[in-house]
């Protein structure tokens, strides 16, 4: 695959400045170039890039009239390779709720990340967090007053 990232560097599209083929490439390196950090939770998952993908022209196609500044491209599906149909541009927020290491909470009947349960609830992030890690009921978790639990002696 080495020459595949090669590659990268001899295309002649007049775009390499362009923010779209900033995330193009990372997207490429993280799922393709072991020395690369996030390479481990992509590459090394079995995380791939769908071949039309392999060249710039075509994810430009796909993907380049949707982009805003600010974005980053995001998998809907966590486990799922890189493709039109498993992809989106997603701000910061939107990214977090997608994370696999996302916590999560039951919230009205629905399965939601902790973070959003935040803002609908307006109870800070780091108390939910704590309650849900520490298995507190949900009566326990949406309380808005502070819970004290004694610590169980063995």
Known sequence: MRTFLTQIKHSKHGMSHNPVYKRWVNMLHRCYNPKREKYARYGARGIKVCRSWHTFENFYNDMGASYKDGLTLDRIDNNGDYCPENCKWANAAEQTRNRSNSLSFIYKGEL??????????????????????????AEEVYSLKPIRRKLQTA
């Open 112 to 137: 939601l990340p902790v973070i959003e349960i935040s803002h609908l609830t307006g109870i800070p992030y780091r108390t939910l967090a704590y309650r849900v890690s520490k298995g507190f009921t």
